[in-house]
Structures are given as C-alpha cells and as structure tokens.
C-alpha cells in the first residue's frame, strides 16, 4: 500500500512542526496545531478562504494516493499530500463528481455558454496534462453524480419538471458548490420544508448510464421516486448504489441496480415505524454497503453493513453523541469516523461536536451451534476515541470526514477558523513534548 508521510523538503511532518504547532482548539490563523483535548495533530491542508474537501462518498484521491482534488470558491484544485503544495487546476464555477479510480482523471460538470444558451458539460481533465475531454452535452433535466470504477460508465439521472426547470449543478445539496457557511445556516433552516415538498411533486424520474466510448445511453428504473446519492461500486463496474431520496422516516431508501436495469435491490427493509437508514457507502473494496441505521428515528443509533455476495449484515451500536451526519470506513475496512453532529440534528447530541475514530467489536457467537445464526445479524459495538474538537464549527457546514488512502489521517472540511476549509487529522496520538 502506497505510505503518504506528509514530508515537506525533506522532513517528516512531526519533525517540521515540533517547533512550531500550537496546543489549542479554536485555531484563528495557525496552519497545523496539536488538539489539546485529544492529543492529535490536526494541519490545514488548503490555502484559500472558501476551499472544502469532497463529499463523504465521492473518492478526491489519485490512483497512487498521493494527490487529492478540493473545491475552492472559484474552482478545483489538486492538492499534493506529501508536500501540501496546492495547484490550481479548473478555473470558474462548476460541480465535481470525482477523481477516477483507473487513471486519476478528474470528472466535474462546468457551464459553458454556446450561442448564447447556457450548457451544461460533463469534463474530465489529466491533471497531469491539463487537457480537457468534453464527454457528454447534458439535456434539461439530465445530470450525472457517478463514474464507474473502470470509467467506461457515467451514471445520473433524468427529471421531467412540469415547470421547465433546468438542471440546478450549482445549488444547495451536500457535494456542490456555493455551500460556504453563510449560504449553508439559511439552508439547513429550509431543508425539512425542501425535502417534503419535493417528494410530493411526484416528478417523472428514471436513472441511466452512459457509455463513455460509444455515446450510448441506456434509460432505466422509470417512475416517480425522487432518487439521488448514485453511487458506483469502487470495484464492480455495473453496480449501482442509489436512493429513494425524501425524509428518510418516509421512504424506503437505499437500492442497488445494473448498469443494464436488472437486479433492482432493496438493500434495507425497515421492521419498526420511524426506523431509519441513509448517507449509504460502500466499503473500498466495494463488498459491502455501509450505512447509518436508527432503530427508531433519533434514539437507539447503529452504523449497519450489507455484505452483497452473501447477504449477511452486521450492526455496529454507538452512542448518541457518537453519532454523525456521516459515517466512514478505512481502506482496510478495520476503523471507522464519525463527523459528529450538533444539538439541532436528529441524534439531538448535547456533546456531539467531535471528531471521532471508532475501533469495532463484534460480539461474540456464544450459541455454540445451538442456534441457526445464518440468517441472523452479526452485532458489535464501537469503541470511539476523540480526534479534534468541533466545538467552533458550525454543523451548517458538514465535515464529510474521509479516511486517506494510507489510513494516517482522516481528511474533513471545517469552519472552525471562520473561513471553510479543507483539514487533516493524524489519527496516531501525537507523543508529548
């Protein structure tokens, strides 16, 4: 596995920062400080006001795990993990969708005026080379939010809005642009309201797939769900994870599909009223689907796994203030993040304003074959350990925690200095000076 060390000219994180990082957790100017609560080193990987990290499920990192993209407040950059050297790659407004997980280029959808009319494009750039393929011209209604994992496949979906309405890449919603933290505390105050009006409209809905090399598009799973949060196995190139979006309490939201329309799935039944399940993932190896589960709404807290070969499922329990807006798992599936939440979110936590590093363990099979435990879940429980103190962030913003491809460091977007930027945490406890 490639090691990320973070050296800059020559010398290791550790050694640069011994003479120069602060002890504190509301760090107003300070580019790398150590948490006085937790211990753990926490440095700022962006430079410029405005600059986040990716959403929780969209993969930022090249292929060699050694560059990841950021938004920023006027386009997309790539930042070098060894050296935290930042480069500008894509200038203007536009909405990313990931960085390919074959050959590192990078898919984003940008406007572009034509004749005076206003498209919209999906790209992909070489960010080695900077050139710029224009893969697919986006029709009313149309929009993609996946690439598959050997990028032969875009995914995406089509809505027919009786209002005319065009596609809305630069709008409010957890991976686009303009969520600066000012935008985001009116949001969040809307967004119950948004979300049951939307799943009332009914709009006509279907999901489709995109061939890459020969512009074909196959329309599938036609209806009147509202689906969103498409997701590509990062090792099965024709399955698909989505959902029925809507208040979770009313849907039944989390399905995997094939790039050809077969094997529709519900990947959660719920068996108690007001349980819910949402913000899937899939593991890296692309086995499992991960997912936060409420058993009900708000009081009793898991983060639940789908195995797809077999069907098995295990249960991770947490505490309330464990909980987050999202959940997250390692590259070797051993550790898990939680990126907390505020009092006014559903787990409603009075001190769940952390960072936190879960470390599972599964209860232990006692039944000795007297009990026919195939068909059973397997549960467990997580113990949590602190990373940084999110006391100073506004949860307007989500940090979108994500483990990096050397599982030293769990990389989040924050507010805590004020401005959004992108952050990372070390997750080994730095020693005491």
């Known amino acids: 596995m490639h090691r990320i060390t973070f050296p800059i000219a020559g010398l290791s994180l550790v050694a ?51 560059k990841m993209i950021i938004t920023t407040r006027d386009g997309l950059s790539l930042i070098d993990l060894q050296t935290r050297a930042e480069e500008k790659l894509v200038d203007g407004r536009l909405h990313p969708i990931m960085v390919g997980r074959q050959t590192g280029q990078i898919y984003y959808v940008t406007a572009k005026v034509e004749q005076g009319v206003t498209n919209h494009w999906v790209c992909a750039m070489d960010p080695a080379t900077k050139t710029v393929r224009e893969l697919l011209r986006l029709a009313r209604g149309q929009e993609v939010s ?13 809505t027919e809005r009786p209002d005319g309405g065009t596609n809305d890449f630069f709008g409010s919603g957890p991976n686009r642009r303009g969520n600066d933290i000012q935008n985001a505390d009116r949001q969040r105050g809307k967004k119950g309201t948004m979300m049951e009006q939307r799943l009332a409209q009914h709009w006509p809905m279907e ?5 890459i090399a020969t512009g074909e598009t196959i329309r599938v799973n036609r209806g009147t769900d509202w689906l969103g949060h498409l997701q590509f196995s990062p090792s099965d190139p024709t399955l698909l994870l989505f959902c029925h979006e809507g208040p979770w309490h009313k849907v039944d939201r989390i399905w995997t599909i094939r790039s050809d329309g077969s094997g529709r799935q519900l990947i959660h039944q719920r068996t108690k009223i007001m349980e819910i399940a949402g ?51 390692s590259p070797d599936g051993k550790l898990f993040s939680s990126d907390g939440g505020d009092d006014k979110m559903v787990a409603h936590a009075p001190h769940g304003k952390w960072l936190y590093l879960f470390h599972p363990e599964l209860i232990e099979d006692r039944s000795a074959g007297n009990v026919a435990t195939q068909n059973l879940i397997q549960t467990g429980v997580f113990h949590a350990e602190k990373l940084v103190n999110l006391a100073a962030h506004d949860y307007a913003l989500e940090p979108n925690a994500m483990f990096s491809p050397d599982m030293k460091w769990l990389i989040f977007r924050s507010n805590m200095s004020g401005a959004n930027q992108a952050y990372a945490v070390e997750l080994e406890k730095t020693p005491a000076q």
């Open 207 to 211: 999901l489709f797939f995109y061939k």
């Open 279 to 329: 913000h899937e993932f899939f593991s890296a190896d692309g086995k499992t689907v991960w997912y936060d589960l409420q058993t009900p709404r708000g009081e009793d807290f898991w983060v639940a796994g789908y195995e797809i070969a077999s069907g098995r499922r295990t249960w991770y329990h947490l505490q309330r203030d464990e909980w987050g807006v999202h959940f997250n798992v």
């Open 16 to 66: 640069l920062l011994a003479g120069c990082a602060t002890t504190a957790n509301h760090p107003a100017a300070a580019r790398e400080w150590i948490d006085r609560d937790t211990g753990h080193r926490v440095i700022q990987l962006s430079r410029e006001p405005g600059s986040e990290s990716l959403y929780f499920n969209l993969n930022p990192f090249t292929p060699d795990g050694r």
């Open 146 to 158: 996946a690439v598959n994992a050997d990028e032969t496949l875009l995914a995406g979906t089509f």
